[in-house]
């Protein structure tokens, strides 16, 4: 069983303020993250588009104020720059984010690797920046279909991972990196890859890590994203080098997001017998 598994919703761009404030309504009238399995530690985070970020805090905080207890949902953005401040026109920085009391961002995202032309070398200086802001990166990587039945994967994955990994060499909060294995032909087909392919790559990935990086790190996770949905999200996390889930189309509907997160926690119980 992993110490700590991460569940974590990216909402794209979806979810206005007044729908946002009926996401948490639904979800955290139900959310019971640790109630079912007290021993499973499990990390909730939402992406919420910048616009719904604030939305999230005030309904987190009013749900804390309630219940008097600590929620264990966290929210993040779904990209960031790399620069503090500046001239860069429709971006937002580290200390924007800060102050809405994000603690996670995502990075390397397909859709912004493909979409928007982002590169491994201005990944790797967002992913700079975040550790050094201390906030949490969880950086994005997987091949295409293309790339796939070209046999390609291994190079695809090895490039977007080393490319991170060199980057922070000497950074003392590297660890604080979690990676997530996004296949792009997976993402929102609802063809997710099957746990053993996943397990596969997470497997050949932690590899790649174990050869970069001192045995100190290697708990670094990995997660699974692409099509994730409640009848696959216990069999993922039966997977030895899966300790996570990206969740995209599925995270839209809170009841769907959290049978999710319950299954995953099912599965990593399940797996320590
Ligand atoms: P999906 O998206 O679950 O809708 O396939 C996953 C993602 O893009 O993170």
Redesign the pocket.
Known sequence: MKDTIYVFG?W?MNMTEKETSAYFERFLSSCCVAKRYPDCGCSVVVFPPYTSIPETRNCLERHYQRQRVQCLVEYGAQDVHYAQQGAYTGEISLPMLHELGCTWVLLG???RRHLFDETDESISQKVCACLDSGIRPVL?FGETLDQRETKKTQEIVTRQITSVLSATENHPERKRLVFAY?PVW????GRAATPGDAEEICGFAAGVLKQNVGYRELTIPFLY????SPANAKELLLQEHISGL?????SLKPDAFLEIIDRAMEGNVESSR
């Open positions: 990216n794209k995202h397909s859709e994005c996004e997976a993402i929102g087909t994203g692409g099509s994730v990206l969740v995209g189309g599925a």
